[in-house]
Nanobody
Framework: QVQLVESGGGLVQPGGSLRLSCAAS????????LGWYRQAPGKQRDWITT???????NYADSVKGRFTISRDNTKNGVHLQMNSLKPEDTAVYYC???????????WGQGTQVTVSS
């Protein structure tokens, strides 16, 4: 099992920045990649970005150029630097770990990000 804990969410004004963190523990040798998803009220959970064990990154078009995923080697996790935030970025942000042996992966509990003036 892999446990994930997100932190860093909060309220920010449009155009502002936030940095989310995801700390992983447990059987981290099973982690093939780490990523972020988000879910706005009444909407499905959408993929945002992924970083693989080889440090390859991918981003959804909606966040490309504004968000950056990076590794936090001290906590076996990742950060998500979010710049130029928009009201439509408001959502609960979830960290997910993909298992090298497949399956549904592991989720964190989520952290709320609200972009509002």
């Amino acid at each position: 099992q892999v446990q994930l804990v997100e932190s860093g969410g909060g309220l920010v004004q449009p155009g502002g920045s936030l940095r989310l963190s995801c700390a992983a523990s447990g059987s981290i040798f099973r982690v093939r990649s780490l990523g972020w998803y988000r879910q706005a009220p009444g909407k499905q959970r959408d993929w945002i970005t992924t970083i693989t064990n080889k440090d390859n990154t991918n981003y959804a078009d909606s966040v490309k150029g504004r968000f950056t995923i990076s590794r936090d080697n001290t906590k076996n996790g990742v950060h998500l630097q979010m710049n130029s935030l928009k009201p439509e970025d408001t959502a609960v942000y979830y960290c997910k770990a993909e298992d090298i042996w497949g399956g549904s992966g592991y989720w964190g509990q989520g952290t709320q990000v609200t972009v509002s003036s």
